[in-house]
């Protein structure tokens, strides 16, 4: 025949591989000595290589790309042949050795009976594409390959990106999110050799009992159904892959699984044209290619009332083909479903969807004997073969439009590339945030802060044996909360365990409840008597967050709850989108798509801006992340050069951690790895996070002046040139004291290291000149302790650290516990003071003599720390909805104050001339400062960054490290080149 003969040098190389492979493979197991390796027997190996060559073809030298037409390959089609194309079998996308049961089966359906083509159900990404590719070289016409994709590639194929499900986008209330769904699906189905996918759902969900829909749906309104599918249609399209629309004429309005027995929908044709239909008119008015049928009886269109739709000529041939003027394919719904194979034998039923107007007969429940029938049908002139024709035609027309008569085979590299790229995870990502919908939040649970509920406990709570449901909701949110503990109430589960939950729930101050049900149609309520019992024993004054992970409906059963959260599915994927939205770390905004009765009304819903730093990908905020590896090269060639030993560099942007990671070791020996959450003495950070911050608190409260005299807190500063010293020239280093004086060789004692600063002469006029001074800010440290009556850390701890979740940050990290102190890379070998090496103490001598306390150095702290105090800074002093500084004071604390130098009210600026360790690209309005220990950070206000830099340069000895500068300015000015514009 033409066709075979149109592939026959195409194919020929390929089966070489795969003889010359097996030949090997079968060899290696015969001269095994391994019991355990099983040999394939002489006689069936013949037969495995046998099958395989009886499929090659001998090649006559063809054009490759010459046109065949559809009506000549229809002409030299048996009938069988012309049958068999109607077909569309079920098949799994994993690896299948060709010894396999499986495999045999599958390939004999393909070269035996002709079948048009396969629904691929679950599978791997490679095993699919390679079995897609050997399923093509063993069939004589090319294979037309469909699959489920409701929610991308994921809902069948592992690894691939998963999509939030439709009414979670339509709960976005941005169409664009539709249309980018549908092209990220497409993108990745063409990758895997996939040329139809089931999508979009276009019921319209109007039935809250629906066991088989619910979220599958955009909505219950047919409107937003339509405008939704339509979108999800167009980005399907617009990437060469057929979308279909289903379940026609709509399965939104039953309480009845048509996967288990036939539903009944009693609606006339008017309401059908108004609610059901509408949809589907939309899309087939734009092009869709292909819908769908439903196995659903419409007893007041049809006459035959207990005939389902897919059978049925007034629902496809009258309704779909002559009143929506349809002419693209129609494709059953799997008829193995009960609600037609109950009532129909195999063929029988194809013929009856024939002569419906189907044209793709999809998962029939026997496709041998349906063939052997429909055959038989034609012979007794049952059903003509002009009919079967017709459809065949179609198919035909859509694998040579497809370009499958040129090249059936898909390149397996551009899996690499096209399959659940970052470009497609950053789609997927953000429509999962944006879907979230809250419909409740007494007392403003959400967000949620920890210094408010420092224990939160996460129930949930799920119909299906997985004792692990929900971990990655706990898992996610203890990046934003400490204290954060997990349990599900699963099928099966003990007595014991439920007392286990129950005992947690007693240790809570919050607690989350997950409801993981997808669909409940038993009644009115989606948990089960068991579990609603256990919901009910929780302490009635503790509060509860519900949210619901797959039936938005759930939230009836729970209407005391204090939070009612709608995330629409629960795939790991929106589980971990979810955490960062309960901490204010994502916004959100999204509106209930479908009326909850007695509940909620459609379009209802709380909206909250994002207040807290987020942890994400680079590609979320527009980071180039191989360019970003240049900050990676970078901090490895800096410990290569013993710069220092190890470091964490963390980006922030748009409210975003965008990038953040441990380099090197914590010492030179090499034995313990940076970790990203490693806390590191921060120097002379300490003067900006600690004293600069509390002062500008007591500016904020009228509590200080900026003109107020050094002499109202210390008597010692009422004469002579100090009695001019104020605030205004400590914060700017132009007081007039010395950078620093080494008082420690006698004194040691706070009081007394107190009293010598206070004693200290100037050295210069004040306001005449700039010395960068540690003692000025040691007096702001015991300034902050006249004003408050608390030490500066206390005073810091009770006011910024606390509240804001800086839970790494504090004074005296012993006092913390060992498992803390284990965790900071020691500073340096003491070899004239202390006389060991310096861990988790101040490495400033005098902060250490201070009791560990000082305005000028002492403070500890991490990357995702330092992060939140940089965000509050952008936010103008807002952090997680709490006002902690004006935005008034930020900015003036940060701008140029001086004419002597650029810097503002302790915090230093880009310089405007020479080097600055804020890099070249770093915008004017750059501010920042620097630790001596090898600790700084810059924030950058005109591009929303925040660029952290954390080191013990010092170790093991202060002396090392000098090449520190540039290691910052360099690390400054990838970061900010990688960002696209």
């Not at 209407?559 to 994502?586: I, R």
């Not at 060639?637 to 710069?643: G, K, L, P, Q």
């Amino acid at each position: 025949m033409q066709l075979q003969q149109f592939y026959r040098h195409q194919q020929g190389f390929f089966f070489m591989l795969v003889i010359t492979f097996i030949t090997q493979a079968c060899t290696f197991s015969a001269k095994s000595n391994s019991p355990n390796i099983p040999v394939l027997q002489a006689a069936e190996q013949e037969k495995a290589l046998g099958e395989i060559r009886s499929s090659e073809k001998v090649l006559p030298q063809q054009d490759p790309f010459e046109d065949v037409s559809v009506d000549v390959l229809l002409d030299e089609m048996t009938l069988r042949e012309k049958i068999g194309q109607l077909f569309f079998i079920r098949a799994n996308g994993h690896f299948k050795n060709v010894g396999d049961e499986s495999y045999r089966q599958l390939a004999s359906k393909i070269k035996h009976y002709k079948v048009g083509g396969i629904v691929f159900f679950k599978g791997s990404i490679y095993g699919q594409t390679v079995l897609t590719n050997r399923l093509q070289t063993i069939s004589d016409t090319p294979l037309w390959i469909t699959q489920d994709m409701e929610f991308g590639a994921a809902m069948r194929v592992e690894e691939t990106t998963r999509l939030t499900p439709a009414m979670g986008i339509a709960a976005t209330q941005n169409p664009d999110y539709a249309y980018l769904a549908g092209k990220v699906t497409a993108r990745e189905a063409d990758a895997l050799g996939v040329h139809q996918i089931f999508a979009p759902v276009l019921d319209v969900n109007n039935n809250p009992r629906n066991p088989v829909i619910n979220v599958r749906s955009f909505s219950g309104n047919p409107d937003t159904v339509a405008l939704y599918g339509q979108q999800f249609m167009k980005g399907v399209q617009s990437e060469g892959i057929v979308s279909t629309a289903k379940h026609f004429p709509g399965h939104g309005d039953t309480d009845t699984d048509s996967h288990h027995s036939l539903p009944v929908i009693n609606h006339d044709y008017e309401r059908l044209q108004s609610v059901e239909l509408l949809p589907f008119k939309k899309v087939i008015d734009e092009g869709i290619e292909s819908v769908m049928s439903a196995h659903i009886a419409f007893p007041r269109i049809s006459s035959n009332p207990r005939l389902p739709g897919t059978l049925d000529p007034s629902i496809l041939n009258r309704i779909l083909v002559d009143s929506l003027n349809f002419d693209g394919l129609i494709v059953t719904d799997g008829l193995e479903m009960r609600g037609i194979s109950a009532h129909y034998s195999p063929g029988e039923a194809v013929v009856m969807a024939l002569k419906a107007g189907a044209d793709m007969m999809l998962l029939s429940l026997d496709e041998i004997t349906a063939i052997q029938e429909v055959e038989r049908a034609v012979e007794r002139g049952n059903i003509t073969e002009e009919r079967i024709d017709r459809s065949v035609r179609k198919i035909l027309a859509k694998k040579k439009e497809a370009g499958l008569f040129q090249s059936r085979q898909t390149d397996i590299d551009l899996l690499n590339f096209r399959v659940n790229s970052p470009e497609n995870r950053q789609i997927a990502d953000e429509i999962s945030r944006k879907s979230l919908t809250l419909l409740k939040n007494n007392n403003d649970i959400i967000p949620l802060r920890p210094n408010e509920y420092p224990r939160v406990l996460v129930v949930s709570v799920t119909d299906t044996d997985n004792d692990e449901k929900g971990a990655a909701l706990a898992e996610e949110m203890r990046t934003y909360h400490p204290a954060v503990r997990h349990r599900v109430f699963y099928r099966g589960i003990s007595a014991r365990e439920k007392q286990n939950i129950l005992q947690q729930a007693r240790w809570a101050d919050l607690i989350v409840i997950g409801a993981h049900m997808y669909i409940n149609a038993s009644g009115n309520n989606q948990f089960n008597s068991s579990q609603r019992r256990l919901l009910h024993q929780l302490p009635s004054q503790t509060p509860k967050a519900l949210v619901t992970f797959g039936n938005p409906y759930a939230v009836g059963d729970l209407p005391d709850a204090d939070v009612q959260l709608l995330a629409w599915d629960g795939s790991e994927h929106q589980l971990k989108n979810t955490a960062p939205a309960l901490f204010g770390a994502s916004a959100i905004g999204g509106r209930l798509p479908i009326d909850i009765p007695g509940e909620y009304a459609m379009n209802e819903g709380l909206s909250l801006p994002q207040t807290t730093v987020r942890f994400d990908k680079p590609e979320s905020v527009n980071f180039w992340a191989d360019s970003l590896y240049k900050v990676d090269r970078i901090m490895h060639e800096a410990i290569y050069d013993s710069t220092f030993p190890g470091g964490v560099v963390t980006v922030l942007k748009d409210g975003v951690v965008a990038y953040q990671k441990g380099f090197g070791y914590e010492t030179y020996q090499k034995l313990n790895p940076v970790h990203t959450n490693d806390v590191y003495d921060l120097a002379s950070l300490t003067k900006i996070m600690a004293t600069t911050t509390a002062m500008m608190k007591l500016v904020d409260e009228g509590k200080i002046r900026l003109d107020d005299k050094v002499s109202a807190y210390f008597p010692e500063f009422s004469a002579g040139l100090k009695s001019g010293v104020t605030i205004r020239h400590l914060l700017l280093h132009t007081s007039g004291l010395p950078p620093f004086r080494i008082y420690i060789d006698k004194l040691k004692t706070r009081r007394a290291l107190v009293e010598a600063v206070k004693n200290e002469p100037l050295i210069y006029e004040p306001g005449a000149t700039y010395k960068y001074s540690d003692l000025g800010f040691i007096l702001m440290g015991e300034i902050v302790r006249e004003v408050t009556g608390m030490r500066l850390d206390n005073y810091l701890q009770r006011t910024f650290y606390q509240p804001l979740g800086m839970n790494n940050t504090r004074f005296n990290p012993l006092e913390a516990g060992e498992t803390f102190a284990k965790r900071i890379p020691p500073t340096e070998k003491d070899t004239i003071y202390r006389h060991k090496t310096v861990r988790a103490q101040a490495h400033d001598e005098r902060a250490y003599y201070m009791d560990g306390v000082a305005g000028h150095a002492g403070l500890f702290s991490s990357g995702s720390d330092i992060a939140i105090f940089t965000q509050m800074l952008l936010n103008k002093g807002s952090y997680g909805g709490k006002q902690y500084l004006a935005p008034k004071t930020i900015e003036l604390f940060t701008k140029r104050q001086s004419e002597l130098v650029n810097r503002g009210y302790g915090f230093d600026r880009k310089d405007e001339e020479g080097e600055s360790t804020a890099g070249t690209l770093a915008s004017e309005e750059a501010f920042g400062h620097t630790g001596f220990t090898g600790t700084s950070f810059w924030v950058d206000p005109q591009r929303d960054l925040a660029i952290i830099i954390l080191t013990n340069r010092t170790y093991p000895y202060r002396s090392y490290g000098r090449n520190i500068s540039k290691i910052r300015a360099k690390v400054a000015d990838a970061v900010i080149s990688s960002i696209i514009e």
